[in-house]
C-alpha cells in the first residue's frame, strides 16, 4: 500500500501572483526538514503540497516534523488509490481497519476536484458507507460527532484516502518574509518572540550575550539547547554569542547605578543592530512585554528603541507571563528557559533601576563609557555556531 | 593548560588499575553471578573478593556489606528499610538539620507519611553536639542518623560516642551514619564504631560512579526497597554491577594500604593551605580547624562564589561553590551552621585528593589574587 502526506497551504492560497514563490519556498523548508526521515519527492497541485516517501521510511515522524513547518495549515497521512471506485472501497476498508474496528461510530466524506470522476460526492458518501457498514457491522453512523471520519479526496494524479486532518503550524514559509535577528537571553520570552516572528515567515539569526566569569558556561549552553528547541518550527539559526562582560564592568564602573541595565540594552540593541545588519536581517526582535521588569517600561523602551538602528518588533509585547508560559510549553522551550543559570542580564542589577530613564539623561550617563572601543571590540570578539 | 582539580568532593579521578579492572571484567568476566555455569562462578569470585576487600576498608565481616547504586541508594535503603522494618519500636526519627539532601529528603518524605523527626542543628563551631543529637533519643526513637564528615565544612561527628549514647537510652534505637565523605578518608571500623547501618560510595574514593555499599550489622532488621531475584541476600536484588564494584573493591583496598602516607600528604596540603588563607585579603574559612584535610570551606568576602568559581574555571582551576547560583537557593548546610548570607554567597569549597601537590594550593591562591584585581564587585 502507497502512503503519503498530504500538505494543505493555508494563508498562501490567499496570495496572488507570487503564490507560486511561496509554495516553492515550503517545499524547500520541507524538504529540509525530512532530510534525515528519508528520500521524498514534493509536488504541488490545488492548493495542496504532496510529500511522497521514495523509500521505506518512518512517515509518523515525517508527519510529526512537517506539522511544526510554518505556511501548512493542516496535513493529512494517506494512503493512495487508483481512481476506481470498487479499488478505492476496498482500500478504504483495508487502510482504515485498525480505527474502524475500535471506533463505535463513522462517517464518510468526499472531495471530488476532478469532476470526471463518477460517482459524485454524495453518492461516494452513500455508497462507500453502506460498504464499510458491511466490513464492520458493529458501527453506526454518525454524521455530526463520529469517532472516525474517513475522508475520500478525489484528485487530479490519484484517490486519497485518510482520517481526520491535523492541524498545522499555520503561519508563512520562514524565509520569505526576510530575516532578523533575535536577541535570545536564554529566560521564557525570547525563545516565544523568535517562534511568532518565524511563524511570520521571517528567518532568524540570534545573538546571545555572556558574560564569562558572571555567568556560567552552561548559561551558552542552555542557549544553544534552546536554538535546538526552535528550530523544527524557524529553522537553521546562526546564533552569535558576543562576550559582553567587558561592557558591562566599565557600565558598572562609570555610570551611575540606577542607569546600569537601561545602559546596558542599549548596548545591546546596538551591538545587535550591526550584527544584524552584517547578516541581512532587517529588523531586531525582543521578547520584550510592557512593564514585565524596569527595563520594560515604556521610557525604558523609548531609549532601548532609540540605540537601535532597525525596526525592534517585539510580539510578546502585549501578553501576561502566562500566556508567554503556554506557548513557550508548547514549543518545549518551557524547560530549559527554567534552568537556573544566571544570563548577564542578571549581572551588577542595579537595586533601585530607573524605570522612568529619559533619552538625554541616559545619553548624559553614558558619556564616560568608550562607545566605540567597546562596541567594536564586541562586535569583533563574536563567535558564531550554526544550529539545525 | 594545567588543570587543577579542586572538587574532590563532588567525586574523584577514578584509580587506573581499578578502570583497567572494571574494564577487564567487562570484556572478560562477563558472566552473570548467579550462572550456574563456569562464567558465573568466575564472575562469583569478582564478587566475592571485592566484598572481602571492602569488608576490610569498613572493618566489618564480608557479610556485613551489601553493593547499592551509591550513596543516595545506600542512604534511601539505610533509611526507609529501616524507618518500615521497625515501625513497631517506635514512630520517632532523629537526625541533624544538615544532613546531606540523600539522607534528609528520605526523613522529610518519612515525616510527610507520620514519622516525627527532630532535628539539631549543629553548633556556631560548626560542630554537631552529639550529646545535644543523642539526649533527643527516647523510648519511641526508631532511627538516629548523622553523618561522618559534612560534606560541605568537613567536620567531623563523633560517631562512636553517638552510638554509645543513644543505645543507652534505647537499646532498640537504630544508628546509621552517612559515611560518604568519610570513607577512605578517615581511620575508623564499622564494628568499633557500633553503628547499625552504615553508607559509602565508590566515587568519592577513586573508584567509578554508580556503586556503593551499605554497611548492615546482622542485627539491624532493614526492609528492602526494591523487590526481585535474590541478590544481596533479598535486601537489594538485581544483577550485581560487577565491574563497578569489582573497581570498588580495588580502589577501596588501596586507599586502605596508602592510608596514613595519603593523610600526611593531606594535612601537608591542609596545612598549607589554612596559612595561605591567613595570608589573603578578604578571606576566611568556614570550615572549622579540626576538619578532615579534605575540605576547605572558605569564603572570599564580597565576590559572588559562582563568578569566582567560572573565573577559576576558565583558568583550568575546579572548585565548587557554596551556594547554587543567584537564582538557586544558599547552601542549606552551611545556613544551619550559622554562616552569614555573606559569607555563603561568596563560599568556596576547595576538597583535595591524593593527586593534588603543593602547588595545586599556590596556583590555587595566586589565581584566587587575579580575581580579586580582575573580578568587578
Redo the contacts between chains.
Keep these: 500500500m502507497k502512503e503519503l502526506v498530504l500538505l494543505k497551504c493555508g494563508e498562501l492560497t490567499l496570495k496572488g501572483l507570487n503564490r507560486g514563490a511561496f509554495e516553492d519556498a515550503l517545499m524547500k523548508n520541507a524538504r529540509r526538514r525530512l532530510k534525515d526521515v528519508g528520500k521524498f519527492k514534493f509536488y504541488k497541485a490545488q492548493s495542496t503540497i504532496y510529500a511522497e516517501p521514495l523509500e521505506d521510511c518512518d512517515l509518523d515522524e515525517a508527519v510529526a516534523r512537517l506539522s511544526k513547518v510554518f505556511g501548512f495549515s493542516a496535513l493529512s497521512r494517506a494512503a493512495v488509490a487508483v481512481k476506481d471506485f470498487d479499488a478505492i472501497k476496498e482500500l478504504s476498508a483495508e487502510y482504515l481497519k485498525d480505527s474502524l474496528s475500535l471506533a463505535k461510530t463513522f462517517k464518510v466524506a468526499a472531495k471530488r476536484s476532478d469532476k470526471t470522476f463518477t460517482p459524485a460526492s454524495p453518492e461516494i458518501c452513500a455508497e462507500l458507507g453502506h460498504f464499510l457498514l458491511q466490513k464492520f457491522p458493529h458501527l453506526a453512523v454518525d454524521v455530526h460527532s463520529p469517532e472516525v471520519t474517513v475522508i475520500v479526496e478525489i484528485r487530479d494524479y490519484a484517490a486519497y484516502i485518510h482520517r481526520e486532518q491535523t492541524p498545522g503550524a499555520g503561519g508563512l514559509p520562514v524565509g520569505m518574509s526576510g530575516s532578523a535577528a533575535l536577541l535570545l537571553s536564554g529566560g521564557i520570552d525570547s525563545p516565544v518572540a523568535g517562534y511568532m516572528m518565524a511563524k511570520r515567515g521571517l528567518s532568524l539569526i540570534a545573538v546571545h550575550f555572556a558574560s564569562?566569569?558572571?555567568?556560567?558556561?552552561r548559561a551558552e549552553l542552555k542557549v544553544k539547547a534552546l536554538c535546538e528547541k526552535m528550530s523544527p518550527y524557524c529553522g537553521r539559526i546562526k546564533l552569535f554569542t558576543v562576550q559582553f562582560s567587558e561592557i558591562?564592568?566599565r557600565i558598572?564602573?562609570l555610570c551611575p547605578e540606577d542607569y546600569f541595565t537601561i545602559i546596558m540594552r542599549r548596548y545591546m540593541m546596538e551591538i545587535a543592530s550591526k550584527i544584524a545588519a552584517e547578516n541581512h536581517c532587517g529588523a531586531l526582535v525582543t521578547g520584550e512585554s510592557v512593564a514585565q521588569v524596569a527595563s520594560q517600561t515604556l521610557m525604558a523602551l523609548a531609549c532601548t528603541d532609540a540605540a537601535a538602528s532597525l525596526p525592534v518588533l517585539r510580539p510578546v509585547i502585549g501578553m501576561d507571563k502566562e500566556e508567554i508560559i503556554t506557548i513557550a510549553r508548547k514549543i518545549d522551550t518551557f524547560d530549559t528557559s527554567i534552568l537556573?543559570?544566571?544570563d548577564c542580564c542578571?549581572v551588577?542589577t542595579p537595586r533601585r533601576p530607573k524605570t522612568k530613564p529619559r533619552l538625554h539623561e541616559v545619553i548624559k550617563a553614558e558619556s564616560a563609557l568608550s562607545h566605540d572601543d567597546l562596541i567594536h571590540h564586541a562586535i569583533h570578539g563574536a563567535v558564531s555556531v550554526v544550529i539545525g | 593548560m594545567r588543570e587543577i582539580y579542586l572538587d574532590n568532593c563532588a567525586t574523584t579521578r577514578v584509580d587506573k588499575d581499578a578502570a583497567e579492572l572494571a574494564a577487564y571484567v567487562m570484556q572478560t568476566v562477563y558472566g552473570n553471578p548467579s550462572s550456574l555455569h563456569k562464567k558465573g562462578i568466575e564472575a562469583e569470585a569478582i564478587l566475592t573478593e571485592a566484598r572481602r576487600r571492602i569488608a576490610i576498608a569498613l572493618g566489618c565481616a564480608p557479610d556485613n556489606v551489601y553493593f547499592t547504586s551509591g550513596g543516595t541508594e545506600s542512604n534511601n535503603l539505610a533509611i526507609f528499610g529501616a524507618a518500615s522494618a521497625n515501625k513497631r519500636t517506635g514512630n520517632t526519627i532523629i537526625t541533624t538539620a544538615w544532613e546531606h539532601s540523600s539522607a534528609l529528603n528520605p526523613v522529610r518524605e518519612l515525616e510527610s507519611r507520620g514519622f516525627v523527626v527532630k532535628a539539631v542543628s549543629p553548633e556556631p563551631s560548626g560542630h554537631i553536639d552529639i550529646d545535644k543529637l543523642a539526649a533527643l533519643t527516647d523510648g519511641d526513637t526508631v532511627l538516629v542518623s548523622c553523618m561522618m564528615v559534612n560534606s560541605e565544612l568537613g567536620s567531623v561527628a563523633d560517631i562512636e560516642r553517638l552510638v554509645k549514647l543513644v543505645k543507652l537510652r534505647n537499646s532498640k534505637t537504630l544508628v546509621h551514619c552517612d559515611a560518604v565523605q568519610g570513607f577512605g578518608k578517615l581511620s575508623f571500623s564499622a564494628e568499633r564504631l557500633g553503628v547499625d547501618m552504615l553508607s559509602v560510595s565508590g566515587h568519592k574514593t577513586y573508584a567509578p560512579k554508580g556503586v556503593g555499599a551499605l554497611y548492615m550489622k546482622k542485627t539491624a532488621r532493614v526492609a528492602p526497597l526494591f523487590f526481585g531475584g535474590g541478590q544481596e541476600k533479598l535486601i537489594r536484588p538485581g544483577t550485581e554491577a560487577l565491574p563497578l564494584i569489582a573497581a570498588f573493591g580495588l580502589a577501596a583496598e588501596a586507599a586502605r594500604n596508602n592510608f596514613s602516607a595519603n593523610l600526611a600528604h593531606l594535612t601537608a596540603l591542609f596545612k598549607h593551605f589554612v596559612k595561605n588563607v591567613a595570608l589573603t585579603e578578604n578571606l576566611c574559612m568556614n570550615s572549622p580547624p579540626d576538619s578532615t584535610p579534605y575540605i576547605c570551606n572558605a569564603s572570599l568576602l564580597g565576590f559572588?562564589s559562582?563568578?569566582?568559581?567560572?573565573?577559576l574555571?576558565?583558568k583550568g582551576i575546579y572548585v565548587s561553590s557554596g551556594s547554587?547560583?543567584?537564582?538557586?537557593k544558599p547552601s542549606y548546610m552551611l545556613k544551619a551552621a550559622g554562616v552569614s548570607r555573606a559569607r555563603i554567597d561568596s563560599a568556596l569549597r576547595i576538597s583535595f585528593s591524593k593527586h593534588n601537590t603543593i602547588d595545586d594550593v599556590d596556583a590555587f591562591f595566586l589565581a584566587l589574587s587575579q580575581a580579586q584585581k580582575e573580578?568587578?564587585v
Design positions: 564569562p566569569p558572571y555567568t556560567s558556561e558591562q564592568q558598572k564602573e537556573p543559570y544566571d542578571m551588577f | 559572588r559562582e563568578t569566582v568559581l567560572h573565573y574555571a576558565a547554587a547560583c543567584g537564582k538557586g573580578i568587578v
